[in-house]
């Protein structure tokens, strides 16, 4: 599955007020940060509780996380009508000439 199939799929569960509006936009970034916090949350706890040891059972956790993180990062990407293979592309090409410039 690329991006863009993930993004189809995904927006068919798309259920929050707003939708194409303003307010669905900052609804689904707000979830965004909260997802992403919730990752870096548990990060933190690995490092506190376990030593920075990550065991399995740890890491398919982040990948959930990861999961609602890649889902409201989808639903951004739909609130502005922009595609995530687009958006993934145009990072990669930007990236690409920051480093030819170093």
């Known amino acids: 599955m690329n991006l863009s199939e993930y993004q ?5 569960t798309a259920i929050y ?3 194409k509006s303003m307010q ?3 609804y ?3 979830g965004l940060a909260g997802e992403v916090g919730e990752f870096c949350n548990k990060v933190k706890k690995i490092l506190r509780d376990h030593g920075g ?6 890491s398919e956790a982040l990948g959930k ?6 889902w ?3 639903q951004c990407a739909e609130e502005l009508n922009m595609d995530l293979d687009t958006i993934a592309c ?3 090409s930007k990236l690409t000439a920051r480093q030819r410039q170093r």
């Open 53 to 58: 040891e990550l065991d399995r059972e740890t």
């Open 72 to 74: 409201y990062l989808s």
């Open 17 to 19: 007020p707003g939708q």
């Open 8 to 12: 189809t799929y995904a927006k068919e």
């Open 28 to 30: 689904v970034t707000i």
């Open 24 to 26: 669905g936009l900052l």
């Open 65 to 70: 996380e990861l999961g609602d993180v890649l």
């Open 90 to 92: 145009a990072n990669l």
